[in-house]
């Protein structure tokens, strides 16, 4: 069993549609949960980084975070063509040196 | 964010010859840099980590010897592969950290021939 276990999809939705991603992971160690975003060919951007439990928010996008189920999730409101792209749930253990684990990513379309 | 730049973005090179890529935090101190490997719709893939001023820690399944890392100073990086060969060609990504959040380069295109 992987340790980060995500879809890769592709998910194709409509323009304007609420988009959600998640991830499940099964090393209760870790505590820190990222999501980046990867455009074909290019380096991942860092979108959204948080270490607790609950929901957090930044514009048009929402991590939530379930660490009793194992469970991590990226919504994103109002998807724009623009959002196209693949989205990378990432984690790891406290501790500066840990490693980031990774899930595979999701392709993602958003259809104008 | 912060800023990781790479160069070069792309770089053909052939069989037998070393190439140098280069990773440089624009805009803080990393004293951790990543190095990753990615192959078409898969993952990123941990090559090694390297801390200024000492030595890369690999991964499993990573030879120290064809992947060159230097860490030299608080914001720059390089990875030398040595001696490439067509099954190295991938797209090579380099990552900073800065306190807990990690940035990546935009990465480098290496097709070995």
């Known amino acids: 069993q992987k340790e980060v276990e995500q879809d890769p999809g592709p998910l194709s939705v409509p323009e304007g549609a609420i988009v959600s991603l998640n991830c499940t992971y099964s090393n209760s160690a870790f505590q820190y949960f990222m999501w980046y975003r990867q455009y074909s060919r290019k380096g991942p951007e860092l979108l959204m980084y948080?270490?607790?439990?609950g929901n957090k928010e930044d514009g048009r996008f929402t991590a939530q975070v379930d660490k009793s189920s194992k469970y991590i999730s990226l919504f994103i409101r109002d998807s724009q063509p623009s959002d196209s792209a693949t989205y990378l749930c990432a984690m790891r253990r406290p501790g500066g040196y840990q490693k980031v684990t990774f899930g595979i990513g999701t392709k993602l379309q958003v259809i104008p | 964010g912060a800023v990781v730049s790479q160069h070069p973005s792309r770089v053909i090179c052939k069989s037998g010859t070393s190439v140098k890529i280069e990773c440089r935090s624009l805009d803080f101190q990393a004293t951790t840099m990543f190095w990753y490997r990615q192959f078409p719709k898969q993952s990123l893939m941990l090559m090694a980590t390297s801390n200024e001023g000492s030595k890369a820690t690999y991964e499993q399944g990573v030879e120290k010897d064809k992947f060159l890392i230097n860490h030299a100073s608080l914001t720059l990086s390089t990875l030398t592969v040595t001696s490439a060969h067509p099954e190295d060609s991938s797209f090579y990504i380099c990552?900073?950290?800065?306190?807990?959040?990690?940035?990546f380069g935009p990465g480098t295109r290496l097709t070995v021939t």
């Open positions: 948080t270490y607790s439990s």
């Open positions: 990552s900073a950290r800065e306190d807990t959040e990690q940035y």
